[in-house]
């Protein structure tokens, strides 16, 4: 709820307006309840009914006492009441009942006249009693005009029920009706007809007037307390609660006035904006939902309100910024800032939730939520967009890339997660690959080993130390053997072990789901998912048993190692006798302990070679596995690519000026550049590189030709392999980027001119109607005032009730012809910014947009007197 005096915080608002409203003083409305309390029960009708303005319109009648007292009432309820009178106007056959709505200057002024009760006296003059009964005035309707012309105040007119006899269409035939519709003053003051009913009779009046018509209100005309908001209701727009903005949502092309209650369109916005410390400090920007224009001469703090409000959210730079204007903008928001200043950003989300983002300089942002802190809850905004000033035209390459990237917004999250995700697969397999990358020279080299073994223990068998040794042999061996297995199993375990802790978190993760249309299926979901969450606790028992062997396993090779070492004596004797048997055979000069070792070393070789067998036929598998995924991996940028083709035809088809012509893997200039950054010191020429970029599509198929590739390139060939392979796990989880051609009316947006493209940009962003929040710094920049009101703020006013637009601007042409809900008017003088917040209804705003976007008053006034010489 709004404090009462705060009514219009967030700009303009619709709200009921009856125009037609009678009280006790007038003779025809009744009353039974006491005077005293009368002002308090009247408002609290009103307010019942939920009108936010009303008219007081006494049959010739305006009582000064009793108006003040309650329009004091009224204030405290944030209601505002106007004075008026519904004047019988003689003219015609039964006189012609007309509501005159006057300014309040009226009856407030220094002079403390009331002015209205003076030109009743005028106009019933001679006349007694006239205000308490339809008697009819002095003058006809154009001598009322006339008349109350000469008070030189503001006034408008609203003819009450039209098609009564007492009314305007009632009491004149058509002759009479188009002679008034020719009359300028008649056109100036007549602002409305209350309660038309008939359409044809609204036709045949329209048919009189010409191309002049004025809007149509209602009014409940009560004549009982109870008969207050009773009717057809009207509602107006308006930003502040003064005669001009209620005269201003009366006229026909202000598009302020309804007869049905304008439902909002639902969506998430920034409600405010506020600093502490820095050139802003305690300054607070309230938003409204719609549209909001920052306004200032050059230098006033209209780009640093919007880059702090950039730096909170923490919405990205565009990745083409240049150096200089990225420093710009950083220390813009420095500079604002100050040290230790913060940026408090209040949001509202499409269910109108209310959170509130914390950002200090140089620190991370906070999202509270009810007062508390929320760690990894996201900014509730929906496909926000920001431009700063020139983001919105550039003629870097890749510009366009970046466009329909920001375009598009979230709508490819989900496909790029799973993309990330796939690309670690790819680059897991291919760690694993380089892993085994050395087989050929590992298997090459135990070979060579175990022919040297071999040989030498041949030595040892000539002279019968094999027979020997056998059993010395044979335990080492076994224990080798063993001590592998247990390893093995040992690997096992722990592998086992951290497999089902990762997988129980999962599991445990999962809560239980709750419905209400699907209650049936969702039980069964939830007692599978109990089931499910029982299998790592009996797996939990299949790996204590697992580990209990793999401690016995342990055990065993003790023992067997144990058993070994007993025989370490006879052993021992065995090696002293047979080497006294070969001194003694021919002097042979023969250790017998080599032998053992030899054998211990051929154990251990051949166990290698059938490892290096085993993890060939892995590294088999491995391949095998990375073409699978890298086919997975292609297909999901594949379905990318589709789904940008889906969402740029939307694009297209929301408009026909703009098109977008997407290429997928387009980017072959990116794509050599990343093949040539891999492959800095190789020597190979880039028209070498080229020829292989230009005949595949990426480096996928790079990979999957690269045999016939290296052939063809002769002598290089074994080069570009050796580089290739070092960069693989890079290089086939890069994605050659797409690229995207936009025309503007059939012609590449690049060759148009920089006006013409910032026109073409514009208008496309605004067509898209997908994003809550568009954010845009100077959105004129480059643009003609053509352009801007014929087709940009066309396209605005019907757009805003949708998406929250937030301009910093220049032109008049936005806050103005855009008829901007809220405006802030900038000013930096002293090393202090100032902000002036308000509606454009507010008198205050529209001084500041007269003499910051017009030149004050003296040129404004000055360039309209030349305009109308020019007319002339």
């Given at each position: 709820?709004?404090?009462?005096?705060?009514?219009?915080?967030?700009?303009?608002?619709?709200?009921?307006?009856?125009?037609?409203?009678?009280?006790?003083?007038?003779?025809?409305?009744?009353?039974?309840?006491?005077?005293?309390?009368?002002?308090?029960?009247?408002?609290?009708?009103?307010?019942?009914?939920?009108?936010?303005?009303?008219?007081?319109?006494?049959?010739?009648?305006?009582?000064?006492?009793?108006?003040?007292?309650?329009?004091?009432?009224?204030?405290?309820?944030?209601?505002?009441?106007?004075?008026?009178?519904?004047?019988?106007?003689?003219?015609?056959?039964?006189?012609?009942?007309?509501?005159?709505?006057?300014?309040?200057?009226?009856?407030?002024?220094?002079?403390?006249?009331?002015?209205?009760?003076?030109?009743?006296?005028?106009?019933?003059?001679?006349?007694?009693?006239?205000?308490?009964?339809?008697?009819?005035?002095?003058?006809?309707?154009?001598?009322?005009?006339?008349?109350?012309?000469?008070?030189?105040?503001?006034?408008?007119?609203?003819?009450?029920?039209?098609?009564?006899?007492?009314?305007?269409?009632?009491?004149?035939?058509?002759?009479?009706?188009?002679?008034?519709?020719?009359?300028?003053?008649?056109?100036?003051?007549?602002?409305?007809?209350?309660?038309?009913?008939?359409?044809?009779?609204?036709?045949?009046?329209?048919?009189?007037?010409?191309?002049?018509?004025?809007?149509?209100?209602?009014?409940?005309?009560?004549?009982?307390?109870?008969?207050?908001?009773?009717?057809?209701?009207?509602?107006?727009?308006?930003?502040?609660?003064?005669?001009?903005?209620?005269?201003?949502?009366?006229?026909?092309?202000?598009?302020?006035?309804?007869?049905?209650?304008?439902?909002?369109?639902?969506?998430?916005?920034?409600?405010?904006?506020?600093?502490?410390?820095?050139?802003?400090?305690?300054?607070?920007?309230?938003?409204?939902?719609?549209?909001?224009?920052?306004?200032?001469?050059?230098?006033?703090?209209?780009?640093?309100?919007?880059?702090?409000?950039?730096?909170?959210?923490?919405?990205?730079?565009?990745?083409?910024?240049?150096?200089?204007?990225?420093?710009?903008?950083?220390?813009?928001?420095?500079?604002?800032?100050?040290?230790?200043?913060?940026?408090?950003?209040?949001?509202?989300?499409?269910?109108?939730?209310?959170?509130?983002?914390?950002?200090?300089?140089?620190?991370?942002?906070?999202?509270?939520?009810?007062?508390?802190?929320?760690?990894?809850?996201?900014?509730?905004?929906?496909?926000?967009?920001?431009?700063?000033?020139?983001?919105?035209?550039?003629?870097?390459?890749?510009?366009?890339?970046?466009?329909?990237?920001?375009?598009?917004?979230?709508?490819?999250?989900?496909?790029?997660?799973?993309?990330a995700s796939q690309r670690q697969r790819v680059i897991d397999v291919v760690a694993n690959l380089n892993k085994l990358k050395n087989l050929d020279t590992l298997e090459q080299e135990y070979q060579s080993k175990s022919k040297d073994t071999e040989f030498r223990l041949g030595l040892f068998r000539k002279y019968g130390v094999e027979q020997q040794l056998r059993r010395q042999v044979g335990f080492n061996a076994d224990v080798t053997h063993a001590r592998r297995v247990a390893d093995v199993v040992d690997a096992f375990v722990r592998s086992f072990d951290t497999f089902l802790m990762e997988q129980e978190s999962e599991l445990v993760a999962q809560s239980k789901l709750e419905s209400k249309e699907n209650a049936d299926i969702i039980a069964d979901i939830n007692a599978i998912l109990d089931?499910?969450?029982?299998?790592?606790?009996?797996?939990?028992?299949?790996?204590?048993?697992?580990?209990?062997?793999?401690?016995?396993?342990?055990?065993?090779?003790?023992?067997?190692?144990?058993?070994?070492?007993?025989?370490?004596?006879?052993?021992?004797?065995?090696?002293?006798?047979?080497?006294?048997?070969?001194?003694?055979?021919?002097?042979?000069?023969?250790?017998?302990?080599?032998?053992?070792?030899?054998?211990?070393?051929?154990?251990?070789?051949?166990?290698?070679?059938?490892?290096?067998?085993?993890?060939?036929?892995?590294?088999?598998?491995?391949?095998?596995?990375?073409?699978?995924?890298?086919?997975?991996?292609?297909?999901?940028?594949?379905?990318?690519?589709?789904?940008?083709?889906?969402?740029?035809?939307?694009?297209?088809?929301?408009?026909?000026?703009?098109?977008?012509?997407?290429?997928?893997?387009?980017?072959?200039?990116?794509?050599?550049?990343?093949?040539?950054?891999?492959?800095?010191?190789?020597?190979?020429?880039?028209?070498?590189?080229?020829?292989?970029?230009?005949?595949?599509?990426?480096?996928?198929?790079?990979?999957?030709?690269?045999?016939?590739?290296?052939?063809?390139?002769?002598?290089?060939?074994?080069?570009?392999?050796?580089?290739?392979?070092?960069?693989?796990?890079?290089?086939?989880?890069?994605?050659?980027?797409?690229?995207?051609?936009?025309?503007?009316?059939?012609?590449?947006?690049?060759?148009?001119?920089?006006?013409?493209?910032?026109?073409?940009?514009?208008?496309?962003?605004?067509?898209?109607?997908?994003?809550?929040?568009?954010?845009?710094?100077?959105?004129?920049?480059?643009?003609?005032?053509?352009?801007?009101?014929?087709?940009?703020?066309?396209?605005?006013?019907?757009?805003?009730?949708?998406?929250?637009f937030i301009f910093a601007t220049h032109n008049a042409n936005f806050p103005v012809l855009g008829d901007a809900e809220q405006i802030g008017a900038c000013a930096f003088a002293g090393g202090i910014a100032d902000i002036q917040i308000g509606s454009i209804d507010e008198p205050g705003i529209q001084k500041a947009i007269v003499s910051i976007m017009e030149g004050g008053h003296e040129a404004f006034a000055r360039r309209k007197e030349i305009y109308?010489?020019?007319?002339?």
């Amino acid at each position: 709820m709004l404090e009462k005096g705060n009514f219009f915080v967030h700009g303009s608002r619709w709200i009921r307006a009856d125009f037609h409203l009678h009280t006790r003083r007038d003779k025809e409305f009744k009353d039974m309840g006491s005077e005293k309390d009368f002002i308090t029960r009247y408002i609290a009708e009103i307010k019942k009914a939920e009108i936010r303005v009303g008219i007081i319109t006494n049959h010739n009648k305006f009582d000064r006492e009793e108006f003040k007292a309650l329009r004091k009432e009224a204030k405290q309820e944030d209601i505002y009441l106007m004075p008026g009178v519904e004047l019988s106007v003689k003219d015609g056959r039964n006189g012609i009942h007309t509501l005159v709505i006057f300014h309040e200057n009226w009856i407030d002024n220094k002079e403390n006249t009331d002015y209205i009760k003076s030109f009743l006296g005028l106009t019933f003059a001679g006349q007694t009693g006239y205000d308490n009964s339809n008697a009819r005035s002095n003058h006809d309707l154009l001598e009322t005009l006339r008349e109350l012309d000469k008070f030189e105040k503001e006034y408008l007119l609203i003819f009450a029920h039209v098609e009564d006899d007492s009314g305007l269409w009632g009491a004149l035939d058509g002759g009479r009706i188009t002679e008034l519709g020719k009359n300028e003053l008649f056109r100036f003051r007549t602002a409305a007809f209350q309660k038309v009913r008939t359409r044809d009779k609204r036709e045949k009046v329209k048919s009189w007037f010409g191309t002049w018509y004025p809007s149509e209100v209602e009014g409940s005309d009560p004549k009982t307390m109870h008969e207050i908001g009773r009717g057809e209701p009207t509602f107006v727009k308006i930003g502040a609660f003064t005669f001009e903005a209620v005269q201003f949502a009366l006229k026909p092309e202000a598009d302020r006035l309804s007869d049905k209650v304008i439902q909002k369109q639902v969506h998430s916005w920034v409600r405010s904006v506020s600093f502490e410390g820095g050139i802003l400090d305690g300054k607070r920007l309230d938003l409204s939902d719609e549209m909001n224009c920052l306004i200032g001469i050059r230098g006033s703090g209209k780009s640093a309100v919007l880059e702090c409000l950039r730096f909170a959210l923490e919405f990205p730079l565009p990745e083409s910024t240049e150096e200089l204007d990225l420093k710009y903008k950083q220390d813009l928001v420095r500079f604002a800032l100050g040290s230790g200043g913060k940026v408090v950003v209040h949001l509202e989300d499409a269910q109108g939730r209310h959170f509130e983002v914390r950002r200090i300089l140089n620190e991370r942002a906070d999202i509270y939520f009810d007062g508390e802190l929320r760690p990894g809850v996201r900014i509730p905004l929906k496909n926000p967009l920001f431009f700063g000033q020139k983001e919105l035209v550039k003629r870097g390459e890749g510009s366009e890339r970046e466009l329909v990237e920001r375009l598009l917004g979230s709508k490819l999250d989900a496909i790029r997660r799973e993309i990330a995700s796939q690309r670690q697969r790819v680059i897991d397999v291919v760690a694993n690959l380089n892993k085994l990358k050395n087989l050929d020279t590992l298997e090459q080299e135990y070979q060579s080993k175990s022919k040297d073994t071999e040989f030498r223990l041949g030595l040892f068998r000539k002279y019968g130390v094999e027979q020997q040794l056998r059993r010395q042999v044979g335990f080492n061996a076994d224990v080798t053997h063993a001590r592998r297995v247990a390893d093995v199993v040992d690997a096992f375990v722990r592998s086992f072990d951290t497999f089902l802790m990762e997988q129980e978190s999962e599991l445990v993760a999962q809560s239980k789901l709750e419905s209400k249309e699907n209650a049936d299926i969702i039980a069964d979901i939830n007692a599978i998912l109990d089931k499910i969450r029982k299998a790592p606790a009996d797996a939990r028992q299949v790996l204590s048993e697992a580990r209990n062997d793999a401690r016995v396993l342990r055990e065993k090779l003790t023992e067997l190692e144990r058993r070994r070492e007993a025989l370490k004596d006879d052993f021992a004797a065995i090696e002293r006798k047979l080497s006294e048997q070969l001194q003694q055979a021919g002097g042979i000069s023969i250790r017998p302990d080599d032998f053992v070792k030899l054998n211990t070393e051929l154990q251990k070789t051949k166990l290698a070679l059938e490892e290096i067998t085993k993890s060939r036929l892995r590294k088999n598998a491995l391949r095998d596995e990375l073409l699978k995924e890298l086919k997975r991996l292609s297909g999901m940028w594949h379905q990318e690519f589709k789904q940008i083709e889906t969402e740029i035809k939307k694009l297209n088809e929301s408009q026909t000026a703009l098109r977008i012509i997407p290429h997928y893997k387009g980017d072959k200039v990116a794509f050599l550049k990343e093949l040539q950054n891999h492959f800095r010191g190789s020597k190979l020429r880039e028209a070498t590189l080229k020829s292989i970029i230009d005949s595949h599509a990426d480096f996928i198929s790079v990979y999957e030709g690269l045999d016939t590739i290296c052939i063809n390139l002769g002598d290089s060939g074994d080069i570009f392999r050796k580089y290739f392979n070092e960069a693989k796990a890079s290089l086939l989880s890069w994605q050659v980027p797409n690229i995207f051609q936009i025309e503007y009316h059939g012609k590449e947006l690049r060759d148009h001119s920089l006006g013409q493209r910032a026109s073409a940009l514009i208008l496309f962003i605004l067509s898209q109607r997908d994003n809550d929040v568009i954010i845009i710094d100077q959105p004129e920049d480059d643009l003609d005032n053509q352009t801007i009101f014929e087709d940009v703020i066309k396209l605005l006013r019907s757009l805003k009730k949708g998406i929250q637009f937030i301009f910093a601007t220049h032109n008049a042409n936005f806050p103005v012809l855009g008829d901007a809900e809220q405006i802030g008017a900038c000013a930096f003088a002293g090393g202090i910014a100032d902000i002036q917040i308000g509606s454009i209804d507010e008198p205050g705003i529209q001084k500041a947009i007269v003499s910051i976007m017009e030149g004050g008053h003296e040129a404004f006034a000055r360039r309209k007197e030349i305009y109308q010489l020019w007319k002339q």
